[in-house]
């Protein structure tokens, strides 16, 4: 798990250390750490969580063994079915 605030100390080098890390493969998913949510790098809501509250996982697995559950927005597939009070949106 890689912590968005450890990439750098300004925004430029984080934002640069990302997407040398998405280029190589080294991360694939994202996640909110409060929360404790993972989905895709492409979901909206994922892209609109605080830095401060974004990690990184090399693969869903390793997400999963952080105690993250799979969003319910970009990875229906992975989320089992909940009733009406489970409706809630990740991120």
Known sequence: MIHHQQLGTTTYTRSKNL???IR???ITIGGNKK???YGTLQCSSGKRMKTA???FF???QEALQHGYRACKRCL???V???GREG???CL
Do not use: C, F, M, W
């Open 35 to 37: 929360l404790k949510i």
């Open 80 to 82: 089992p079915p909940l």
């Open 19 to 21: 997407l040398q890390l």
């Open 76 to 78: 229906k597939r992975n």
């Open 53 to 55: 509250n974004r990690v």
């Open 24 to 26: 190589t493969g080294a």
């Open 87 to 89: 409706l809630h949106y």
């Open 58 to 60: 090399r693969d869903e």
